[in-house]
T-cell receptor, first 114, second 112 residues
């Protein structure tokens, strides 16, 4: 299995809703990432988990809450989002303990906040 | 500070018209330069990793090369299905936990 899966593919939510994005990989990768991508812009790093521990938080607002229940799963909990949070949310994973680690991306979740 | 600059921002080619995309980088000790292809509304698809100056890698109509300051993605006799945004990213020795720095991408459009 050489892919990263993400669910749901599309999500529409109101500003008062609580929802979660899910990411899964079975490549034995020990680093997992959340990115946010706006149209015609490159992916923007949000969080990095390394060996199931949060290692990088790029000053993301607290309305985004990441969780890594185990080495294969990564969640992003959403609460009280703003319309400007509408974007493509990408999950990625990579091996650790290697010098040059490629990141492999999932297909993304298209989020619309009304 | 590590930086990645891609040019051109957009490129339109006729089918079969070969060209090159450029990725210039400034990084404190390169630990990998990565090329990705991204179709609209989808996640980036990994293409190549280059580790050191002089290295080259090929896949179908694509060939990536690396010098100490830049990388080129050469596209030979492109087809309409090669239309996509091509992203370049680098990882430097100072980047924690495999963090990579992306360029803004080159939007490539191949006309039939």
């Amino acid at each position: 299995d050489t892919e990263v899966t993400q669910t749901p593919k599309h999500l529409v939510m109101g500003m008062t809703n609580k929802k979660s994005l899910k990411c899964e990989q079975h490549m034995g990768h020990r680093a997992m990432y959340w990115y946010k991508q706006k149209a015609k812009k490159p992916p923007e790093l949000m969080f990095v988990y390394s060996y199931e521990k949060l290692s990088i938080n790029e000053s993301v607002p607290s309305r985004f809450s990441p969780e890594c229940p185990n080495s294969s799963l990564l969640n992003l909990h959403l609460h009280a989002l703003q319309p400007e949070d509408s974007a493509l949310y990408l999950c990625a994973s990579s091996q650790r303990d290697r010098d040059y680690n490629e990141q492999f991306f999932g297909p993304g979740t298209r989020l619309t906040v009304l | 500070e590590d930086q990645v600059t891609q040019s051109p921002e957009a490129l339109r080619l006729q089918e079969g018209e070969s060209s090159s995309l450029n990725c210039s980088y400034t990084v404190s000790g390169l630990r990998g330069l990565f090329w990705y292809r991204q179709d609209p509304g989808k996640g980036p698809e990994f293409l190549f990793t280059l580790y050191s100056a002089g290295e080259e890698k090929e896949k179908e109509r694509l060939k990536a090369t690396l010098t100490k300051k830049e990388s080129f993605l050469h596209i030979t006799a492109p087809k309409p299905e090669d239309s996509a945004t091509y992203l370049c990213a680098v990882r430097g020795v100072m980047n924690r936990d495999d963090k990579i720095i992306f360029g803004k991408g080159t939007r490539l459009h191949i006309l039939p």
